[in-house]
């Protein structure tokens, strides 16, 4: 039973996670500008994330340094993670989102959220150039199949919609996402997730707000449904979807949960078909069930490397929140 309510968290945060560029593109349609979007979300998740940081002390309580180290180094150490968690957001998840909405401009959700997962790939093949995993025959095959997919996802793509600078985009996102959780998967274990999250958000904000100061401001004459969108966006697809992922992780371990939230674009595919008539041509399809499948195997790890404490480097993303 509770690795079945386990499941069912991941599987909602997968969901709450795929409505994103749905709800961006409602607003987009609302008249909202990308600047904005982004710093709405960021600021209103890091308020948010704060009041439950508030109400929830415990879960801010940081796992204590190792004894034996000079006197003042763990508090050294400490000002360090902040800085590096705070710098995750400002560089690397501010950048990664403001490609993913760049791209949202000018592409369907649904193709942009299959090119965008070709990250847990990314992340796979860097880790192991790094010396942190290594390359099994099966996630040899695992990364052919991804490579052909996203190949079949791009040459599917004979649409209106299809715009070769939106692609460049979301590639650009998926590349920066790659940097950016090799970077989380280094602080990830000795910060609590739900601060390590509010300080990623906090960050992204401040880069976006000085971003804004430096170009003329915030444009924030929208009509209402733009708020209700925004707030769909920060609420739903940031706050709840990080909140549960983290429930859901607790009761599964990382792969697991790593691989339930492939369902995240089979979502954003399926709701951008009813809210937005888009649709994937067949060889896009099955270009998107190989990336899917790829993720799935290359989140299966041999039993002796499996820790439930930890996550994996296909895991990690999803402790800081997704695009």
Sequence with gaps: MLNRMGAALCLLSAACFGAMAIFGKLAYQAGVSPGTLLL???SLAAALLGM?????????????????????????????????AVGL??????????????????????????????????????????????????????????SCGTLLVLLGAGGV??????ALLAFGAAITYTGYILVADTVVRRLPPVLLSALVMAGAAGTLGARALLTGGV????????????????????????????????RTGP???????????????????LALGESLSPVQLVGGV?????????????????????AGPTASPQLAGQP
């Design 219 to 250: 444009d924030l004459d929208f009509r209402l449904p733009g708020w209700f969108w925004l707030a769909c966006i920060a609420v739903v697809s940031t706050v709840l979807a990080m909140l549960t992922f983290f429930a859901g992780l607790k």
């Design 255 to 273: 792969s697991t949960a790593a691989i339930l939230s492939t369902f995240e674009p089979v979502v954003t595919t399926g709701l951008a078909a």
């Design 52 to 84: 439950v940081l508030l109400v929830r002390q415990d879960l801010r309580r940081e796992a204590p340094e190792p004894p034996g180290g000079p006197a003042g180094r763990p508090a050294v150490a400490r000002r360090r993670l902040l800085a590096t």
């Design 161 to 166: 919609t299809f715009h070769p600078l939106g």
């Design 89 to 146: 957001g400002a560089v690397g998840y501010a950048t990664q989102a403001s490609l993913f909405f760049s791209a949202l401009q000018l592409m369907d959700a649904s193709l942009l959220s299959l090119i965008l997962y070709t990250y847990p790939v990314l992340v796979t093949v860097a880790a192991v150039l790094l010396g942190r995993d290594r390359l099994t025959p099966g996630r040899g095959a695992a990364l052919v199949a991804a």
């Design 290 to 310: 190989l990336v899917l499948s790829s993720v799935a195997v290359l989140q299966v790890r041999p039993a002796r490397n499996q820790d439930p404490d930890a």
């Design 40 to 42: 709405v979300r960021f």
